[in-house]
């Protein structure tokens, strides 16, 4: 019985070295050519989530957890800690935006916060109590302007500054994990659980729901610049649409079968040139949209998970993660 077990285990070892010899080039990347990826350091061991700069390319903020507001006036190189005279709760900021200098940031438990001056003075905008779930998303649109979205996909606009909201979608979608809206208006939300998805377009009266393209959960979703919807899986599974579609997605590729478990999102920086942060300091690139993929090994080392990556132009970008992790895209190193 013993032996049998044996030559098992043998057998197995040896699968599993054919597979990796044969396969070697996916199953851990090679480095990239370029890393022009540096970290940043800030007073803050705060969870980061969201970024928008105001009509002036060097003026930024950073949302996050424990009421955390980051600014920076040099475009990124350094950030500072700006205090809100809050109450006593504490609020995880969960998006952050812009519209010139008018400013707009939704929290957990249910806050919004609103400037007009850039973020000078902030102030508190007063929600219903029967507001259905909790202000998730902010996009800011124009002067006086901006829509709001909650956690369970109920949808508002305001034209007059926030002191009244009109409802854009009949009922809700469920508890999701995370929510995107594109360029011209249209969301796409992944269920809390990742067993589906939602889109909606401006015009619409209810969320669309749509099964996921396999067995494995999502974990994300959102638009690339063309205004077509990427997915991230679990087990490391990217797809991107071949249309605008909400339904027309390629064939599922796993960039690396070695450690991509945990690929958490996606932005592009052209049109061919995309980056996908995870977990453990994982971030990796594709220069050809997606064909072929390789890693960014310079941040390897960063003890953080990457949740975020956010380009606000192609010489631009940044990646947020936790205990206050901020990478800043240096267009020099490219």
Sequence with gaps: MHAALDWLKRGLIALVAIVLLSGCSSYFLADAAVHPWRVVQV????????????????????????????????????????????????????SIDFAGNEGWVTGIPSILLHTEDGGQSWEKVPLSE?????????????????????????????????????????????????????????YVAVSSRGNFYSTWAPGQDEWIPHNRQNSRRLQNMGFDQAGKLWA??????????????????????????????????????????????????????????????????????????????????PEKGFVLGQQGTILRYDPSLA
């Design 232 to 313: 991230i899986a679990r087990g490391g599974q990217v797809r991107f649409s071949n249309s605008r579609a909400s339904d027309d997605f390629t064939e599922a590729v796993s960039p690396e079968f070695g450690s991509s478990w945990g690929l958490l999102d996606m932005a592009f920086r052209t049109k061919d040139e995309v980056w996908v942060t995870g977990g453990g300091g994982n971030l990796i690139v594709s220069f050809d949209g997606g064909q072929t993929w390789s890693k960014d090994m310079a941040v390897n080392d960063v003890p953080s998970n990457f949740y975020r990556i956010i380009f606000t132009g």
């Design 130 to 186: 029967e507001l259905p779930g909790t202000p998730f998303l902010v996009t800011a649109l124009e002067s006086k302007s901006a829509e709001m979205a909650t956690d369970i996909g109920a949808i508002y606009r305001t034209t007059d500054g926030g002191r009244t909201w009109k409802a854009l979608v009949q009922g809700a979608v469920g508890v999701v994990r995370n929510m995107t809206r594109s360029e011209d208006g249209r």
């Design 43 to 94: 007073p803050t061991e705060a969870t980061l989530s969201d970024l928008a700069f105001t009509e002036n390319a060097d003026h930024g903020w950073i949302a996050g957890s424990r009421n955390t507001l980051l600014e920076t006036r040099d475009g990124g190189e350094t950030w500072t800690i700006r205090e809100l005279a809050l109450d006593d709760q504490p609020y995880t900021f969960t």
